[in-house]
């Protein structure tokens, strides 16, 4: 089995930043991974897809955090990270930690760390 565990949420204000982190733990060795992903969900809405970092290090972003958001991952350490910069109030959310692994086979998630921006 792998565990993730995000950390790093907290209050900020609208403009600030945020560096989210998620470690790895578990059955790791010599995990191998399709995707690692963020998503967030919002009070009352649908959890929704933030961040993507799939093989050869290619990332995508949702449009709304398009040049606000940065995604990484520390391939010696098993963290992924999520650099937020430039808050918003409409990032408010809880944030999850996702890997959609080929070994060991699974989708795996965290159980979420919650951010929230004042304006």
């Known amino acids: 089995q792998v565990q993730l565990v995000e950390s790093g949420g907290g209050l900020v204000q609208a403009g600030g930043s945020l560096k989210l982190s998620c470690t790895v733990s578990?059955?790791?060795?010599?995990?191998?991974?399709?995707?690692w992903y963020w998503y967030r969900q919002a009070p009352g809405k649908q959890r929704e897809l933030v961040a993507g970092l799939t093989a050869g290090d290619n990332t995508n972003y949702a449009d709304s955090v398009k040049g606000r958001f940065t995604i990484s991952r520390d391939n010696v350490g098993n963290t992924l990270y999520l650099q937020m910069d430039s808050l918003r109030p409409e990032d408010t959310a809880v944030y999850f930690c996702n890997a959609l692994l080929t070994f060991p086979r699974g989708n795996y998630w965290g159980k979420g760390t919650l951010v929230t921006v004042s304006s």
């Open positions: 578990g059955s790791i060795f010599g995990i191998k991974a399709m995707g």
